[in-house]
C-alpha cells in the first residue's frame, strides 16, 4: 500500500515515463468509511498504485478512472456508496459515503506538478495541491496550484482575497486536507459536501517529516527502524555506541547519529511531527532521553520501562520542576498492551500506539480548525 506522498514520486516516474495517469483522491466522507480525506489511488492502464479502501467501491472507481483514462476525459466525480445500497454480494464493515474526485495527468500539461511534490516528498517539506472542483462542469480541465506554507508569490486557480489566502496557509501548516467552499465575498468556509452552486477548493497537504526518533540502537531499535520505515516514517537512530548504531544493523533509518543521547537530542529541533521513543540500553540513559526531550515539545514520546520504575522516572523528573503538563504527555510504559515479548511484538505494540495519536492528531486538528474560527463550516 502506497501512503499518499509516496504516491508523488510514482506520479513524477509515470510522467517522466511519457505515460498519463488518473489520480483519484477522496475530497470528501460522510459517516464510517474505510479511508480518510485525502487517500488516494493512481490508476495507469496497467494497474493501479495505492488505494481508497479496496472492495466493490474501489473497483468501481477504478473502471471509471480507467474510462477516463480511455477516452481522455478531463475529470469526473464519482459517490462511493457504502451505506449498502451498492449491488453487491458482501458489504464491508463501513456504512459511510465517499466523494472521489478522478482527474487526468498528462505529461505535456502536469509533469512540473507533480515533479514538485515528488521533490517536496524527498526533501520532508510542506507543500499543497490546490485544485479547483465544480461539480456542475465537469467538462473543464480542473485547474491546479502548489501553495506553500508563506504564500508568497502563490498563483491560485481563483482570485482570493488576502484573508483567504491566510486560510488555505494555515490548512498546508496543519497539513489536513479540507475541502473548502468559496463565498461571493471571497471568503472561504470548510464544507462537508459538494456543490453545484459555488466554486470549490480541495486543499492537499503533504505533511513534510514525519519523524521517528528512536534512541538506543538494540534489538528493539532495530525491529522499530524496520516497522517505522515500512510505515513511510522518516527513521532517526540515536545511540553513543558505532558499533550498534551503523548502516549494517539499520538499513532502513534515513539517519544515523552516533552521539551521547542528550547531545544528539539536544542538536535537533523536535516539533508536533516528530515521535520519539526511547528504547536504550539501561534505564539512566532513559531517563537522560527523556529529560532532554522534555525540553521540547514533539508530538510524540515514549518510554519503555515497568511501570514501577517509570513510575519512579516520572516522580524524579517532576521533583526537579519539570512541568507536570509535559509528563502528561509522556507514554510510558509505552506501546499499546497487547501482551508484547519480543523486540519485534514490543515495535508492533509502540508503532501501533503511535499511529493511533497520529491519527488522533490529524482528527484533533481537521476539528480545532472549525471550532476557533479558522475554517468555518459552511451553513
Request: net charge negative; hydrophobic share 45%; with cysteine.
Amino acid at each position: 500500500m502506497a501512503s499518499p506522498d509516496k504516491i508523488w514520486v510514482e506520479a513524477e516516474r509515470t510522467l517522466k515515463q511519457g505515460k498519463p495517469f488518473a489520480l483519484a483522491t477522496v475530497v470528501n466522507v460522510r459517516g464510517s468509511t474505510p479511508r480518510e480525506v485525502g487517500a488516494k489511488m493512481l490508476v495507469r492502464d496497467d494497474g493501479q498504485v495505492g488505494t481508497i479502501g479496496g472492495g466493490c467501491g474501489e473497483a468501481e472507481v477504478y473502471r471509471k478512472a480507467q474510462l477516463l483514462l480511455e477516452e481522455s476525459s478531463p475529470a469526473r466525480l464519482a459517490e462511493v456508496d457504502l451505506t449498502g445500497d451498492f449491488e453487491q454480494q458482501e458489504i464491508g464493515t463501513c456504512g459511510g459515503i465517499m466523494d472521489v474526485f478522478i482527474d487526468l495527468w498528462s505529461p505535456e500539461r502536469d509533469l512540473p506538478v507533480a515533479r514538485e511534490m515528488a521533490e517536496a516528498v524527498r526533501g520532508s517539506q510542506p507543500l499543497a495541491l490546490v485544485t479547483l472542483i465544480d461539480p456542475a462542469d465537469r467538462g473543464q480541465l480542473p485547474a491546479r496550484a502548489l501553495l506553500r506554507p508563506n504564500t508568497e508569490g502563490a498563483v491560485l486557480p481563483v482570485e482570493l482575497p488576502a484573508r483567504a489566502i491566510g486560510q488555505l496557509a494555515e490548512i498546508v501548516s496543519s497539513a489536513v486536507p479540507a475541502l473548502m467552499e468559496l463565498e461571493p465575498g471571497g471568503e472561504l468556509r470548510s464544507t462537508t459536501h459538494l456543490s453545484d452552486k459555488a466554486a470549490q477548493l480541495f486543499v492537499d497537504p503533504l505533511p513534510g517529516a514525519q519523524r521517528l526518533i528512536i534512541i538506543g540502537a538494540g534489538h528493539v531499535g532495530q525491529a522499530l527502524a524496520e516497522l517505522g520505515a515500512m510505515l513511510g516514517f522518516h527513521v532517526v537512530v540515536i545511540d553513543d555506541r558505532a558499533a550498534f548504531a551503523n548502516r549494517e544493523r539499520f538499513p532502513s533509518a534515513a539517519e544515523i547519529i552516533v552521539r551521547p543521547f542528550d547531545k544528539a537530542i539536544e542538536s535537533m529541533k523536535l516539533d508536533r511531527s516528530c515521535y520519539v521513543v526511547a528504547v536504550t540500553r539501561g534505564h539512566a540513559f532513559d531517563e537522560l532521553a527523556l529529560r532532554t526531550t522534555l525540553k521540547q515539545r514533539p508530538g510524540y514520546v515514549g518510554m519503555i520501562g515497568s511501570k514501577r520504575r517509570v513510575r519512579a522516572t516520572l516522580d524524579r523528573i517532576q521533583a526537579d520542576g519539570v512541568d507536570p503538563s509535559a509528563l502528561e504527555q509522556v507514554h510510558a510504559p509505552i506501546g499499546l498492551d497487547i501482551g508484547a515479548e519480543t523486540p519485534e511484538e514490543i515495535a508492533v505494540s509502540i508503532m501501533a500506539e503511535i499511529i493511533r495519536e497520529r491519527r488522533r492528531g490529524v482528527r484533533d486538528a481537521a476539528s480545532m480548525g472549525v471550532k476557533l474560527g479558522r475554517l468555518k463550516p459552511a451553513q
